[in-house]
């Protein structure tokens, strides 16, 4: 029978159950015996699920706490120095210290560095190690949880991430080079897949996915060097996990290493498959990628099945595996409990449970059993119903996107002039203070936003509440002194799901929700049709705002790269156009926030680097219409009307021309965690235009003072002039609390006086 498997399974829960406690733990409501047991009661479910589904074998150690890149970091014992007493007094308290920054007992560290994980909208916590760094094996976590699922009579594969994607993805503080560690970090592994062995597993999945970049030949050498020590170790069976893409260049790399298994990702990269079994070495077994790990469509069982049967064929059914192309991470648990969807588009969808019940029908179908024929024929409907639905396809769109021409994306003139007429509008100090939008997010906000969709709470009354709430955001920045204001978002929920809702072509689940990182969920929209926006979505509010007070208010949009990022995108035609279209919508409701007298509106980019392929050779293409799509959305405005941006936890330095020829007036930028090496590419570059890098995270409940903040404007100023530099957090303040939120917003505008006091005010600025 083919074997039908899982690299790895939503682990936040399905109404996110670890969220919850990871956050009352937090608070002290929870002990770490109560937090264990809640972790315990998922995986014990999510097994379940799976063998429920079809799953042949699960995965196990895919659970995390917070994220699998710091379980790593923690179970080879590679710990900064700062949080080392705390971990040794306290492992779980010197966990979370190194997830979300610590202040006590005279220990003041901040959080790791945080950045995306490939092209996802999942982040992960950045390792820090040094030159001569010490590794050895710490706590049990994957002996414990695979003995956890042998104990429900379960055939399990524990799931590490591979030595060499660990190092490729870690920081040296010291600047050493990381792959130098390799031979030191190479002993734990093998001891730990010892132990896992004497355990009872018989396969170990050990994910590279640094496979499918562009690698460079230390990279290659560091793959050949560290799997043939692996091959040497006492051992259970390896199956080395390759997704996010095609191996490319390093097929033969790939295929070469000395594992007794491969898998790939054919929904990314189906045309890998030929190549793959043209070097596959005899008795390896091949595991086969075949319906989407990232996205929530049903997929083409008719095409998955060939490719399957391409490789049985090849290599024989005893070979083959299949599975998702990705951990299921990155979709929601099951989508039967989302009654209140269209069922035509219920019917579209395949969320976690679903993708491995589809995996189960391709397999039983490779073997021959005839139960599988109506499944197919089901799905084979289901994809024609999809295709012909009038739901999906609106005329008026498809004619505005292809009058798309080059004007549509040009500014009246250019920064230099802007800039003179921004000035004159709006009359700004030297160095001006203002924040990235969203304020606290209250258990009041949100349980008054709950009673409003469930009609317990009238309407008149919700206005009333979002006014009371909205004037006293206003005066709260008043009162600190910040120069450009923001109306405090408490109308919305989501800054992606706020736009969807008010435009035709997207859908919202119930309980589609997915981990961003921590305890931080999201629940993707789902574009599933041309995108058209009936009426004005937020002019309302900040028009409002503004009525309040003198200072310029920001109008605050999400922009159409990050829309569609951080959506289910339809998969029906190439994401470029949904963007175009989504792009056109934001662009009406920019002229429709000038008209109604704000000055200042910020167009958030923060999915712009994630976007960008993972291939160099396919970045030029992206970025074309990635930022084509943003200046569509801004372009239409005055030259007085200020233009920002947004973008955190990005590397900058790949696409700094790019992010130029966004031709934003101000971009705010995430600098606080890599204490403002991101300012590196601005430097080399010379960025044009105006920049706010983040002065402190507010991604860590740690409030940094106002001499901190200081210093990491020195350092600021180091790279950029004067009359470039913007003071503002490095992200929004939705999941803050008020108290902090107000302690550190005063020490940021006091380091902002500060700079004024010590620096000349700078010609232009004047």
């Known amino acids: 029978m083919t074997t039908v498997t899982?690299?790895?399974?939503?682990?936040?829960?399905?109404?996110?159950?670890?969220?919850?406690?990871?956050?009352?733990?937090?608070?002290?409501?929870?002990?770490?015996?109560?937090?264990?047991?809640?972790?315990?009661?998922?995986?014990?479910?999510?097994?379940?699920?799976?063998?429920?589904?079809?799953?042949?074998?699960?995965?196990?150690n895919d659970f995390s706490l917070y994220d699998p890149m710091l379980d790593t970091a923690f179970g080879f014992d590679a710990i900064p120095a700062a949080a080392r007493p705390l971990a040794d007094a306290d492992p779980l308290a010197g966990y979370f210290a190194l997830a979300r920054g610590v202040q006590?007992?005279?220990?003041?560290?901040?959080?790791?560095?945080?950045?995306?994980?490939?092209?996802?909208?999942y982040h992960y916590l950045v390792p820090e190690l040094q030159a001569g760094q010490a590794f050895g094996l710490r706590g049990d976590k994957p002996l414990a949880e695979f003995a956890e699922a042998r104990a429900q009579g379960l055939d399990a594969r524990p799931v590490l991430i591979g030595p060499v994607s660990f190092l490729l993805l870690s920081k040296t503080v010291d600047g050493s080079d990381r792959l130098a560690l390799l031979d030191r970090l190479l002993p734990a592994y093998a001891e730990l897949l010892g132990r896992l062995k004497a355990a009872g597993a018989g396969w170990v999945q050990i994910d590279?996915?640094?496979?499918?970049?562009?690698?460079?030949?230390?990279?290659?050498?560091?793959?050949?060097?560290?799997?043939?020590?692996?091959?040497?170790?006492?051992?259970?069976?390896?199956?080395?996990?390759?997704?996010?893409?095609?191996?490319g260049d390093n097929l033969a790399l790939a295929t070469g290493l000395p594992v007794e298994g491969l898998h790939l990702d054919l929904v990314r990269a189906p045309e890998q498959l030929d190549g793959v079994l043209a070097t596959l070495p005899p008795e390896r077994v091949l595991s086969l990628g075949l319906v989407d790990g990232r996205n929530i469509w049903r997929a083409d069982l008719d095409a998955a099945l060939a490719l399957a049967r391409r490789a049985r064929d090849r290599i024989g059914a005893e070979r083959v595996w299949l599975a998702p192309s990705c951990s299921l991470l990155h979709v929601p648990v099951d989508v039967a409990s989302e009654n209140g969807l269209n069922p035509s588009l219920r019917s579209w969808l395949a969320f976690a449970r679903q993708?491995?019940?589809?995996?189960?029908?391709?397999?039983?179908?490779?073997?021959?059993?005839?139960?599988?024929?109506?499944?197919?024929?089901?799905?084979?409907?289901?994809?024609?119903?999809?295709?012909?639905?009038?739901?999906?396809?609106?005329?008026?769109?498809?004619?505005?996107?292809?009058?798309?021409?080059?004007?549509?994306?040009r500014r009246r003139s250019d920064y230099a002039t802007r800039r003179v007429e921004q000035a004159r509008r709006l009359g700004l100090p030297p160095f001006p203070t203002t924040t990235i939008g969203s304020f606290p997010q209250t258990g009041e906000v949100r349980e008054a936003r709950a009673r409003n969709k469930a009609g317990t709470l009238p309407d008149r009354d919700y206005e009333a509440f979002l006014e009371a709430q909205t004037e006293q955001c206003v005066r709260i920045q008043e009162a600190i002194g910040l120069d450009v204001l923001v109306h405090g978002e408490f109308e919305r929920n989501d800054m992606v799901e706020y736009f969807g809702e008010q435009l035709d072509g997207f859908a919202f689940t119930r309980n589609g929700w997915v981990q961003s990182y921590g305890s931080?969920?999201?629940k993707p929209p789902i574009i599933y049709g041309d995108v058209r926006r009936p009426q004005p979505m937020t002019v309302r509010w900040s028009a409002y705002a503004q009525s309040l007070t003198t200072r310029p208010m920001k109008g605050m949009l999400t922009g159409p790269v990050t829309v569609l990022q951080w959506s289910f995108v339809r998969d029906d035609q190439p994401r470029a156009q949904t963007c175009r279209q989504i792009a056109l919508a934001l662009r009406e409701e920019v002229l429709d926030l000038e008209a109604a007298g704000i000055g200042v509106i910020q167009i958030d980019e923060p999915a712009l680097r994630e976007g960008?392929?993972?291939?160099?050779?396919?970045?030029?293409?992206?970025?074309?219409?990635?930022?084509?799509?943003?200046?569509?959305?801004?372009?239409?405005?005055?030259?007085?009307?200020?233009?920002h941006t947004h973008m955190c936890y990005s590397e900058f330095n790949d696409i700094i021309d790019a992010v130029a020829a966004m031709d934003a007036d101000v971009i705010s930028i995430e600098t606080s965690r890599s204490r403002m090496e991101l300012l590196d590419a601005f430097a080399r570059f010379r960025y044009p235009n105006e920049i706010g890098p983040g002065v402190y995270d507010i991604h860590s409940p740690r409030v940094p003072s106002e001499a901190q903040m200081l210093d990491l404007?020195?350092?600021?100023?180091?790279?950029l002039r004067p009359e470039q530099l913007w003071v503002n957090p490095d992200c929004g303040l939705k999941t803050r609390g008020w108290t902090e939120t107000r302690t550190a917003l005063e020490a940021m505008v006091a380091a902002a006086r500060a700079l004024r006091a010590g620096l000349p005010v700078p010609a232009a600025v004047a």
Request: proline share 3%; glycine share 6%.
């Open 355 to 409: 993708k491995i019940e589809e995996l189960r029908v391709i397999a039983d179908a490779l073997d021959g059993s005839e139960a599988a024929d109506a499944a197919l024929a089901a799905a084979r409907a289901t994809l024609t119903a999809r295709r012909l639905s009038p739901l999906v396809h609106r005329a008026e769109v498809a004619a505005r996107v292809a009058g798309i021409d080059a004007a549509l994306s």
């Open 104 to 121: 006590r007992d005279g220990i003041d560290r901040p959080a790791l560095e945080m950045t995306k994980w490939f092209d996802t909208n």
């Open 6 to 60: 899982c690299l790895g399974f939503p682990r936040i829960g399905a109404k996110r159950e670890l969220k919850r406690a990871l956050e009352a733990h937090w608070r002290g409501e929870v002990s770490a015996e109560e937090l264990a047991a809640t972790a315990a009661r998922l995986r014990r479910r999510h097994w379940a699920l799976l063998k429920e589904a079809g799953a042949d074998t699960v995965p196990c």
């Open 520 to 522: 931080r969920c999201v």
């Open 713 to 719: 404007l020195h350092k600021a100023l180091a790279v």
């Open 208 to 247: 590279e996915p640094c496979l499918v970049l562009d690698l460079d030949a230390a990279a290659q050498a560091a793959y050949r060097h560290a799997y043939a020590v692996l091959a040497g170790a006492d051992r259970p069976r390896l199956l080395l996990a390759t997704y996010f893409g095609g191996l």
């Open 612 to 643: 960008l392929p993972l291939r160099r050779a396919e970045w030029d293409a992206y970025l074309a219409w990635a930022v084509e799509a943003f200046r569509i959305s801004a372009a239409g405005v005055a030259d007085a009307t200020q233009i």
